[in-house]
């Protein structure tokens, strides 16, 4: 069998193995990677050069410089900048959407997203806004913003690296900025004027009382003498139910201890507020002897109403009749008093999370929690975290918690400690999206982080370093000088990205080697024999942009970088507009959740279905077409 048919049966059932998700995207390019030696099509030797290719370092280092930013404030000062935009939802596009652009430019799309995201979430809180019509427009808006330098998006640096090896000579810096800049400027209009209409709105997802309607689940339970759960931990009372219901809090001598910190025994007359449904409150009355508990005062306040309720069952007539006629101020008021009790029910009952450290989280593309249930990550004894509940698609999940296998994209309501919140969340690959605490950071700092940043762009432009060594060496004097402490920065490598990238380099240079991107390129120089050289680099830009949106896109730029270039000589033209083309649509993945992190981000926080991306974001790749072509023609011409 040809080297070039092995090549197509093996990326076939990579591209289906992306598209069925069942194995992460890693693992299936690190399975590619191997298939592809098992069958001869890589040397046994030349197997993992590609984890010390340019573009996997370059992309490395760019996480590490980005996560310092966020570190040293940067960003703090522009985010606290944009909670004073107002109620405006224009102005609130205009300066989240336009922000996100610029800062995707100079750090990762992905990591620029990230923080801004609690911001937009914030932001749409303190106007009793749905997040939904904020959140697609952010998200497309960091997908925009990465077109426009080499370090905005992996797609152009695997471009910029594969010139390189074209031409002996890689894409610059700032080589992007022409086209890019003018298609995320035309992008953005878009989604500024016209776009955000097409955005499907969710009402009521804005807080966490909304997503999670958590008030209508809260219960206090009592500890009596004759209950199983008297002289029991929390973690052996969880063991005696077989399930994960969270408590919330202790009560004990009218003291409340957040759950996650108490460690001590359960005693009579201890009161549990705990996160119960109908059915987990009968298997807490029936397993564990615990009871609704009442005190005093309530109990004798639903005697005064019970007995009250009785006399005018039994005066009902006559009661009617002296209201309507002899005393009016009589009935306004009781009216008066009963709307007193139900607001003094109601703000107690406002106050029940009030205090327990109750924080939204959303899960990640390369978090360890993908595919996992909560007794297999032992959220508690490995974090110090409860899970009490999790919503996805804009709606909680009404399933049992143990029995919740975490999707990307799912948004967590967790509890625990302050001092661990921050750590465990990184670790878990779950990204925070309750209002941060906006400081400015190290002043010092701050100017270091700039301009170790500046230090690198120079070297760049100046051509005294390549890109990858200017990066990597900015990024190690970050974590040198204190900006970044090094376990953040192992933190911040993005594992999942930096493997399908390392595989899938030589499986890409297997299908320019074998012949397989040949006769892709002949096939589509015969299709358009007829037609202007235009014609094939549309062809060639909604194939990019169509393969995008299945798989990730810097697998789709892996792949389709060779075509381009075959069909360049084909046409006997220069390579760079055909890798253009690729490197823009290879970025615009607008259509679905999956096509890119940023998508999958905002799917949980904004509610939105997997049908919904299309609505905004078929306009948008067509806005974006109609551009992107023309300029690549006129500043990369044939």
């Known amino acids: 069998m040809a080297d070039s048919t092995l090549v197509f049966l093996v990326l076939g059932a990579t591209l289906v193995a992306f598209v069925w998700g069942r194995f992460r995207y890693d693992l299936v390019a690190l399975a590619a990677l191997l298939g592809s030696v098992m069958l001869g099509l890589v040397p046994g030797d030349e197997a993992f050069l590609g984890f010390g290719h340019p ?52 750090m990762n799309n992905v990591g620029a997203l990230a923080l801004l995201l609690p911001v937009a979430m914030r932001l749409a809180r303190e106007h009793d806004a749905s997040p ?21 998006t992996p797609p152009n640096i695997i471009i910029a690296s594969y010139r390189g090896s074209v031409t002996g000579d890689n894409f610059g810096l700032f080589s992007f900025t022409p086209v890019g800049a003018v298609v995320a400027l035309a992008g953005f209009a878009f989604i500024l ?37 008297n ?20 009560v004990r001598n009218d003291k409340r201890r957040a759950g996650h910190a108490f460690f001590g025994t359960l005693r009579e007359g201890d009161i549990l507020l705990m996160e119960a449904g109908p059915e987990e409150m009968k298997l807490l009355e029936d397993k564990a002897g615990l009871r609704l508990g009442k005190d005093a005062e309530e109990e004798a306040e639903a005697e005064d109403d019970g007995g009250e309720a009785s006399q005018i069952a039994e005066k009902g007539g006559e009661a009617e009749g002296r209201s309507e006629s002899s005393t009016p101020e009589k009935g306004e008021e009781e009216r008066d008093s009963k709307e007193a009790k139900k607001e ?19 899960v990640r593309n390369d978090s360890m929690m993908v595919n996992r249930t909560v007794l ?3 959220l508690h004894n490995q974090f110090g975290l409860h899970l009490v509940a999790v919503a996805r698609d804009g709606g909680r999940l009404k399933q049992r918690l143990r029995d919740i296998r975490f999707r990307p994209g799912d948004v967590l309501l967790l509890q625990g400690g302050e001092s661990e919140l921050s750590e465990s ?23 270091v982080s700039l301009g170790i940043f500046a230090a690198a762009i120079l070297a760049m432009l100046f051509d005294l370093l390549p890109a990858a060594v200017a990066l990597s060496l900015a990024a190690l004097v970050t974590l040198l000088v204190g900006v970044l402490p090094l376990r953040e920065g192992y933190q911040a490598l993005d594992g999942p990205v930096i493997v399908l990238l390392g595989a899938m380099i030589p499986v890409g240079q297997a299908l320019e080697t074998s012949g397989g991107a040949a006769l892709i390129a002949e096939a589509m120089l015969a299709w358009g024999s007829d037609w202007p050289v235009i014609v094939t680099l549309v062809g060639l830009f909604v194939l990019s942009m169509v393969l995008s949106n299945i ?35 290879a970025s615009c993945a607008f259509l679905t959740p999956i096509g890119h992190q940023s998508n999958t981000l905002v799917m949980g926080p904004g509610g939105y279905r997997f049908g919904d991306y299309w609505k905004l974001g078929l306009p948008l790749s067509l806005v974006v077409l109609a551009v992107a072509i023309p300029m690549i023609l006129l500043v990369w011409p044939l």
């Open 132 to 152: 939904s019509i904020l959140l697609m427009p952010l998200a497309f808006g960091s997908l925009l913003g990465g077109l426009t330098t080499l370090i905005g």
């Open 344 to 362: 003094k029910q109601e703000e107690k009952r406002g106050m029940d999370t009030e205090g327990l450290q109750l924080v939204e989280a959303v």
């Open 425 to 447: 969340l990184a670790t878990l690959g779950c990204l925070p999206l309750a209002s941060r605490n906006l400081t400015l950071g190290q002043p010092r700092m701050l100017l």
């Open 231 to 250: 002289g029991l931990t929390l973690r052996e009372l969880q063991q005696e139910l077989e399930e994960t219901i969270p408590v919330l809090a202790v």
């Open 193 to 229: 004027l016209v776009g955000w209409r097409l955005v499907p709105q969710r009402a009521g997802k804005a807080s966490t009382e909304a997503m999670f309607d958590t008030a209508n689940y809260l219960v206090e339970l009592r500890v009596g003498e004759e209950s199983k759960a």
């Open 551 to 585: 798989v990730n896109n810097a697998a789709a730029a892996l792949l389709m970088a060779p075509i381009a270039a075959s069909l360049a000589s084909g046409f006997d033209a220069s390579v760079d507009p055909f890798l253009m083309v690729v490197a823009v649509s």
């Open 376 to 378: 297999q990550l032992r």
């Open 55 to 106: 573009a996997v370092i370059t992309v490395a280092a760019v996480l590490v410089l980005s996560r310092g930013f966020e570190r040293s404030g940067v960003v703090d000062v522009i985010a606290e900048q944009l909670l004073r935009v107002g109620e405006r939802l224009f102005l609130q596009l205009l300066v989240l959407v336009g922000t996100v652009v610029v800062l995707s430019g100079i």
